[in-house]
């Protein structure tokens, strides 16, 4: 079992970076693939940024070159670096993890945070 706290998200002007943090709770939290999906109120929720449990990432086209994933294994936390922000980044940001191997399918993925939303005003 893992349980997954998201931090980090607010509002902020266009052009401007956040930092979002996820904190994962279980002994095995090193050895799962994490990401960021991104949810707009009515869309499908999409990827947005992944790491798998040896430090592969995977970006999508949208945030790429603007956004970095990292992970501290040691403190069991994973990070999303946003800069250059765009107000169509405006969504509720939710964690995810799956054993080893990353993905970007929602579906494959076993654990969830509560979300935490970002809004980028322009």
């Known amino acids: 079992q893992v349980q997954l706290v998201e931090s980090g998200g607010g509002l902020v002007q266009a052009g401007g970076s956040l930092r979002l943090s996820c904190a994962a709770s279980?002994?095995?939290?090193?050895?799962?693939?994490m990401a960021w999906f991104r949810q707009v109120l009515g869309k499908e929720r999409e990827f947005a940024a992944g790491?798998?449990?040896?430090?592969?990432?995977s970006y999508a086209a949208s945030v790429k070159g603007r956004f970095t994933i990292s992970r501290d294994n040691a403190k069991n936390t994973v990070l999303l670096q946003m800069n250059s922000l765009k107000p169509e980044d405006t969504a509720v940001y939710y964690c995810?993890?799956?054993?080893?191997?990353?993905?970007?399918?929602?579906?494959?993925?076993?654990?969830w945070g509560q979300g935490t939303q970002v809004t980028v005003s322009s």
């Open positions: 995810a993890a799956r054993p080893v191997f990353l993905t970007t399918s929602q579906g494959t993925y076993d654990y």
């Open positions: 279980g002994r095995t939290a090193s050895t799962y693939a």
């Open positions: 790491i798998s449990s040896g430090g592969t990432t």
